[in-house]
């Protein structure tokens, strides 16, 4: 087990914008490191007590080689080292992992995790090959490309969808009625003025031009959220032919960022906005499923982080997904036997996006932020990644009251 901790409300996001929309200019590790040492100044922690980092990206952006040292110079914290992590969307859930491990062996007291991803504008890679024809190399479309096939499986991400949905005997309407219910859940975030969510973010968003120096725009909440109907989700066809995924039942790429601090019990009491709040990380999961079959892991890779806490999922009390298909949270009401309403209140990224390394991220901040506002209890995240693969956390909530 861990004796990891996080401060109550010493964590953020940004919006999350569609691709190729209002964060696209911006360089995804500079403009995380830009709105952190923002929001570090207006919380009073320029001068925190930072001895370890742990940056996620996804996305190569030019000088990223340089990664978590870099972005912590910019924040002005040019004495802290760690690593640069990517692990498709299990990055965020890794990334706590890393901290927690770190601050648990006593390496580190106070460890600050930066995750950001600009889907948008992916780069394009050109791999030399000397024995090619006339030494012409092979080039990569970084996100499309990865998006059209997993290379070991041989299929899109989509496909592994339908492969779960055929497994599970999950049709089209009844995805339908679960991508209803997760867009109510959004909408009760946006209730009274974005109340919920002005807990972790700051609204309106000042979206900085490249240079990071003027606003260029402002964003009121999320971009690219669509009002969606039962009517409007039965009109569209599956992605597949003869499948029954539509766009409306998965998410869309995105660009975002967002961090968190976590640390040893002194520390966290000593950040937190409430220090009789104590948010502990318990346990971690990971998990990889049959080929092609991607939705099916977040299943396995929760019971792996209760099992590592020694607890049964009738104790957890909050749960939240990162569910790129409304296939992923029917798996896994139907196997662990979370009642699909319980699952992803206020939202989650089938709704508001997918920028991959920070997708998790600010799902387990709406889950603290949601066992506050309940009096507390046991939450788990859980989410899926490709190859495959997915990655769950577990954590403790106390004196919420």
Known sequence: MSSAFIPYGQYWSTPFARWQGALAHLHSLEFAAWNSRRELQARGLQDAPIDYGVLGLTVPQQGSFYGLPWAMGLMGFEGVGGPSVAQACATSARCLAMAADEVNAGRASCAFVLTADRVSNGPQLYYPDPQGPGGSGRSENWVLDNFREDPFAKVAMVQTGE????????????????????????QDALADDHAFQRRYMRLPFEVPDARLRKTVARLAGDEGVHATTREGLAKLEPVLPGGTISYGGQTHPADGHAAMFVGSR?????????????IELLAFGQARVEKAHMPLAPVPAARAALLQAGMEAAQVTHVKTHNPFAVNDIVLSREMGFALDR??????????GHPQGPTGLRSVIELI???????????????????DTAMSVLLKVDGAR
Not at 163 to 186: C, F, M, P, W
Not at 266 to 278: D, N, V, W, Y
Not at 343 to 352: A, K, M, Q, T
Not at 378 to 386: D, E, K, N, R
């Open 163 to 186: 492969n779960a949905a055929r497994k599970h005997g999950i049709s089209k309407a009844e995805q339908d009625e679960v991508t209803l219910l997760r867009y109510a859940q959004y």
């Open 266 to 278: 002194e520390q966290a009491r000593a950040l937190s906005t409430r220090p009789e709040i104590m």
């Open 343 to 352: 699952i992803n209140r206020y939202g989650c990224s089938l709704v508001w």
């Open 369 to 387: 932020e949601e066992m506050v506002q309940d009096g507390g209890g046991i939450g788990l995240f859980t989410g899926c990644a490709a190859g």
